[in-house]
Structure formats: C-alpha cells, structure tokens
C-alpha cells in the first residue's frame, strides 16, 4: 500500500490578514495593533474588527504604518467625511484633508503647526459637529521628547465626586477656538493671523458639560482648558473655578496614557472619549506628523 500524501489546507490570504493583534496597554486604555498594512484596504471583517477596538480602547496605536499621505486619507475616510482645518497655511500641499503638524522651519517660514497641542483639548470641538477621531501618523521623529498623553474621560466621569456631579449637572459649556489663541501667539511663531473667512469658521458652539458616547452609550465629560471658555447659567468666578477642578481631575495621573513614539507609527484616538495634550521636544529636534481628523456627531 503506498504512503498517501497529505495537502495541508493553506489559509487564505484574506483569512490570514485578519489575525492581527491587538494588545491592550496595562494603563487600562489604549491598545496597540500589531500585523496590520493600513496601505491596503482592509476587507470588511478587518475593518469592522478595528473599529470595535477603537471603541473599546479609545486610542489605537497602528504600529511601522509606511503609508502615503492618500493612504492616510483613504483609511481615515472610511469612519466618515474629514474635516479640513481651518488653518489652511498648515496644510499638506495637495492634501488639504492633512494637517502638517511640525515645528520645522523652511527658510524661517514654519511648515506646520509647531505648537499644536499645547493645551490639552478634544479636537474641533469648537464647532457644532466637533470630531468623532483624529489620526496622527509620524513622518520625522526627535530623537529626544515629542510624547503625546491622552486622558480617558469616561474614567475621569465615573470618578468624579458627587458634589461636582451635582453642580454640572444638566449644563452646558462653550467652546471656542480663540480660547488660547491670542496666548500662543504671543509665546511662538506658529499662530498666524486669522483672515475674516477664518473667523468666519470658528465660532462660539455650545456643548453638553457631559455627554453620552452616541456609539457605546457610555458617558464622559467632555470639557477641556484648550477650548472651554465657561459653562452657561454659572457666575463668572464659580465657572473658572469648577472648570479647573475639572480640568484637574480629568488628567489625574491615574487616566493618562503617555505614548511615546515610534517611527512609523500611526494613532487613531476617539475625541468623544478622550482629550490629548503634546508634550513638546527641544526647539531644535526636528518632528514632523500628518493629522487627519474624522467629523463625528453633535454632543447629547
């Protein structure tokens, strides 16, 4: 009797592309996926994959992403439409869905946003539709610095004391893009001077002080000292003083992730969920990043 040969069943390509790995940080959010090309299309059952891991860890770290800037855009586009910023100085050339987020100077002109980021804040949520999730990819990284932390605020809600619970609750809050911007102005060379039809764009929008993720049903504050002007129907005094014991409470160490990056990477963060703060390197480290930014939902 001959000996019979035995084929073995090789997964197939689509099959085998889906075993990517996503490891959760130990800071109790955030995770990290590993085994994935987000420069090709994912297929349907990858994608919804990551996106359930994008709502359950709030910030996914894509790790050694060699994408083209139109890789970039095509895989943010399939959460929903993008936003273009309204500092059209900063975007890439040919891209105006990408913001080039850098601090190097090109003939003493910057060719990015050099200090963005400076005050923690949740992305766009000066306007009435703000982001559902930004993605930043890193193009050139310094060799020291130039971490970014993100703070989890479904954490920073559910540890909030009563009291506080108390005083916000039912309230809103404004939000406004000019909150810091005479401020960083006047401490850098990155801000330029808004036309009309910049202004135009950036109004005061006013927000729920806590809003319900309209996705997972889950609740966060979602206040912040980069955009948060005050909250309506509180005196003057009484709203600058309940709006930095948020502040202070949202970035307890305890609901931070700080990631540092690698080359190559790119991270995909919920800002319904969080808000995110720059770290910022020595002036004459060159870092250089690519922004897109997903538009969301109006708060409830």
Wanted: charge should be positive; include cysteine; proline fraction near 7%.
């Amino acid at each position: 009797m001959s000996p019979r040969t035995i084929a073995l069943r090789q997964p197939r390509p689509e099959a085998a592309a889906r075993n990517f790995t996503v490891r959760p940080f130990p800071e109790g959010f955030g995770a990290e996926i590993l085994g994935l090309d987000l420069g090709r299309e994912l297929d349907p059952a990858e994608f919804t994959r990551v996106r359930r891991a994008h709502l359950d860890h709030h910030v996914l770290v894509f790790r050694g992403q060699r994408i083209t800037p139109q890789q970039h855009i095509d895989f943010s586009r399939r959460f929903g439409n993008l936003m273009v910023h309204v500092l059209h100085q900063f975007h890439l050339p040919g891209h105006p869905e990408i913001l080039t987020v850098s601090n190097i100077l090109d003939e003493g002109r910057p060719i990015g946003l050099g200090d963005a980021g400076k005050y923690w804040h949740s992305d766009i949520s000066y306007k009435k539709i703000p982001s559902l999730g930004s993605l930043l990819h890193a193009q050139e990284l310094p060799a020291q610095g130039g971490d970014t932390l993100f703070a989890d605020m479904h954490r920073a809600w559910d540890t909030l004391p009563v009291r506080l619970r108390k005083i916000i609750a039912g309230r809103r809050a404004v939000h406004s893009y000019l909150a810091k911007y005479e401020d960083l102005q006047k401490e850098g060379k990155w801000r330029p001077v808004l036309s009309a039809q910049q202004l135009a764009q950036v109004g005061e929008v006013s927000h729920p002080v806590v809003r319900t993720h309209p996705e997972t049903g889950r609740r966060a504050l979602f206040v912040s000292e980069g955009f948060t002007t005050h909250i309506e129907g509180l005196p003057e005094a009484e709203s600058r003083q309940v709006l930095q014991e948020l502040f202070d409470h949202s970035t307890r160490p305890e609901h931070i992730y700080r990631h540092r990056w690698r080359d190559h990477d790119l991270v995909f963060w919920d800002n319904r969920s969080v808000i995110h703060l720059a770290a910022g390197c020595p002036a004459h480290l060159r870092r250089k990043l690519y922004r897109t930014t997903v538009e969301g939902d109006e708060p409830f």
